[in-house]
Each structure stands twice: as C-alpha cells, then as structure tokens.
C-alpha cells in the first residue's frame, strides 16, 4: 500500500519531500541553502511552458468557440470576479491588522532603517511603476518578445489576436487550429514528464528556504507570519468558500481535488509552476476548455488574491510600526490606490514587494524604507500568498463555468468524490497532461 502510494500519489512524493527539505534546512542550514538552484531549476523548467501552453489552449479554446461575442463575454465576467475577489481580499487584510495590531509596541525609527541592496532592486522599481503601467506594458516589444520574457499579460494578448484571426479564416483556419492542437498535446506531455521531478523541486526549495532563513528569522516576526498564514487560511475556507457554495460546491472538496498542485506551491513558494496542471485538471472538472483557456491565464495576470491580501496587511503593519495613526478614510484611500497598482503586478519579479514600495511612494503617508522590517521573513508571507491565489484561480474558471451556465455540475461532484468519470464532452478532447505519478490526485 505504501509503495503503490510513492509510486502513483504525487501529492504523497510532494509531501515527504517537503517534510525532508524542511529536516535538512534545520539540521544542515548551509547545505540546505546551496540547494536553492534546485528549486529553481524545477520553476524554470515549468515557466518556459507557460507562453506555449496559454498559447495553444486559447487559440483552439476560441477557435472552438461560437460567436466572437461570447469570447469577450467570458472575459468581462471574469474581470469582475477578479476585481470583486481582490477587493475583498484588500479589505480583510486592513481589518484583521485594525483589529490585531500587531505592529503597536515596535516603534521603529524610519531615519535608523537603511535600505539593504536586496530591497533597493523592490524600492526602485515600484517607485517607477505608475497605475498605467499595467496598460503599456500589456503591449510586447514583439511577438516574440513575450514568449521569451514570460510576461502572461503579454502572451494573452498575442494569444487572443491570433486566435481571433485564425477565427476570422473560417474553414481555411481549421488546419492550423488543428496543428496548434497537436502542438498543444505535445506540450502537455513534456509537462507531465517535468511534474515527475515535482518532490526533487519541492525538497530543494524547501531546504533552502528553511536553510536559508531559519528559525532564528522567524523568531522575532513568528506573530506576524502566524496572523498573516491565520488570514490566509480565513480567506481560503470561509471567503472562497461561500463562492464555492455559491456555485454548488464544497471548498474542501476542491482543496482535496488540487492538494497536488496546493502542495507543490506549498514547498517552492510559486504558483505558477502549477498552471498547465491546474488548466488540465479545470477541464477534467467540467469547466469547458474555452473559459479556463481564458480565465486560468487572465487570472495569473488580475487574480493575485494573495498578494492583495499581503498588501493590506504589510502596509498597516509597517505603518503601526512607525507609529504612524492611519484614519478611517486615509485607510479607504490606500485600497482605493492598492485597487490599480496590484493589477500592474503580471510578470512583475518579488511583485508583493515591488506594488508594496509603489503605493507607498505614491502615497507618501508611510515610509517606503519599512518594507525592511518585513523583509527577512517576506519568504514565508509569499508562500501564504501563492497559496491563497492559487486557491483564488482554481474558483475562478469554475465561478465564469457557472455564471455561464456551462459548468458541469454533476461531473464535478462525481469528480471532487472520487469517481471514475469518462472525458469531459464540454471540454472537448483532453490532453495527456495528467501526471502517470498521480492519475488521481
């Protein structure tokens, strides 16, 4: 039992790994900090197919589509569920730090912080983001520029033009759609064969997290990681959790669904590494390919619920921290500026911090240089982040599928208890991107 479980299970491998880098972090910190390149060689190797993967699923997913109307359609419903999500998401990371306080009795000096070369690369660049940029840099240098810079908003617009071209060809464009979609199959099965590395990524990042910034780093900031992972934890069951039931579904069931890809994320701290999987698993879920063809990437570029979340939270703290009294409405206007800059956040390097030194020169109410307070156990708040924004993502195709009317409801609830079901007939035919290692995970 135990082996058939190593050997089919990847949430199993995932979890044991993660529990194994965490050990060698502790009892070896330098050794479990030179394996950083391991688990970022695992992120690399999923990253350079997120362009072709967005690229191939949206071109057959709208090609495959009705009416151009309906594509655009899709895409409106899933901006409002994105700006709605994180609006809230914002607005809970306020409250709980009005409400808990757990910066009052720091009193840090803002003259007495010097800013580490680290965070400068964070400062400097959200001083020079503007609440347009998201806008501008929508638009790549080329074509192929977006593919090789891995900019997600980018590659949807290219994705989107072309597939609305290829559209517009009719009966001469179905060749190449059918191309593409072989393409796209082909894609897939590299990423199952890059998901059979998942536990050496997860065990590599894990050791030199726990390596690299200890317990002797949490130590001093452990109540403000607890509340932050608390909230989390908060948002993900209860918040999304009343939209799950909204759609006629249990979170729980959901989270069960994905514990793959929630664990994965878990150990390296990034959720892009599980989109091709995620994207696969919507489908196999009911949710038709042509909406989580759209919604799974816009979703990376307008959804990071996680990182609204952290910037409500992060930037009360910095300010309870500084003593510095922040009013009811100064607080309203804070959100109001959170609500532009964290959609800039796409493609964007460390963009919790960067949209966090951004609306906070823009603002000019709380120093910029408090972000160094943070900034020692900023990996363990990003590990939250990614979680609560995958968990964000994995609702979103299903709350578009349901607003649509085109959510199978009965499969996904055959499919979250655990039945054998046959291909999804909404999604059209899947492709191989299931894990051998985890056929049911």
């Known amino acids: 039992m135990l082996r058939t479980a190593f050997t089919t299970k990847l949430y199993v491998t995932v979890l044991v790994a993660i529990v194994l880098g965490a050990a060698v972090g502790l009892a070896f910190p330098g050794a479990g900090a030179s394996l950083q390149p391991i688990g970022t060689s695992f992120i690399a190797l999923i990253q350079m197919l997120i362009g072709p993967v967005v690229f191939c699923t949206i071109v057959t997913g709208v090609a495959s589509a009705g009416e151009l109307a309906s594509v655009g359609r899709i895409g409106v419903k899933a901006l409002v569920y994105f700006e709605v999500l994180t609006t809230i998401a914002l607005a809970i990371g306020l409250v709980v730090m009005d409400v808990a306080a757990p910066g009052r009795g720091v009193h840090a000096d803002p003259h007495a912080i010097t800013i580490s070369d680290a965070a400068k690369v964070y400062v400097s660049t959200g001083e020079s983001q503007h ?240 972000i160094m307070l943070l900034l020692g156990v900023d990996r363990f708040l990003s590990t939250m982040r990614g979680l609560v924004s995958l968990c964000g993502q994995i609702l979103g195709s299903i709350v578009v599928s349901r607003w649509e009317g085109e959510l199978d409801l009965d499969r996904a609830r055959a499919v979250l208890a655990g039945e054998q079901v046959p291909d999804s007939p909404a999604g059209g035919d899947l492709p191989p991107a299931e894990s051998a290692l985890a056929p049911s995970s």
């Open 131 to 370: 609440w347009y940029d998201f806008l501008v840099n929508i638009i790549p240098g080329s074509v192929v520029s977006a593919f090789t810079e891995g900019n997600v908003l980018q590659i949807l617009l290219v994705s989107v033009l072309f597939a609305i071209a290829v559209k517009a060809l009719g009966e001469r464009g179905e060749p190449l759609v059918r191309g593409i979609g072989r393409i796209g199959d082909a894609v897939f099965v590299i990423v199952r064969m890059i998901m059979y590395l998942a536990p050496v990524g997860a065990f590599g990042a894990m050791a030199y997290t726990v390596g690299a910034f200890g317990t002797h780093t949490l130590v001093s900031l452990a109540g403000v990681v607890l509340l932050f992972w608390g909230t989390g934890v908060f948002f993900a069951v209860v918040v999304l959790g009343l939209v799950a039931r909204l759609c006629g579904l249990r979170v729980l069931r959901l989270y069960r669904h994905f514990k793959a890809e929630l664990l994965i994320t878990l150990g390296t701290a990034n959720y892009e590494a599980v989109m091709p999987r995620l994207m696969t698993k919507l489908v196999n879920l009911g949710c038709p390919r042509r909406i989580v063809g759209l919604t799974v990437p816009s979703g990376y570029a307008f959804n990071g619920d996680g990182v609204c979340l952290y910037l409500g939270f992060a930037a009360l703290y910095i300010a309870q921290a500084f003593d510095i009294h922040l009013s009811l409405w100064q607080q309203i206007g804070m959100l109001a500026v959170f609500m532009i800059t964290s959609k800039g956040s796409a493609g964007v390097a460390g963009a919790g911090f960067v949209i966090l030194a951004a609306t906070l020169s823009t603002t000019a109410t709380v120093p910029v240089a408090g």
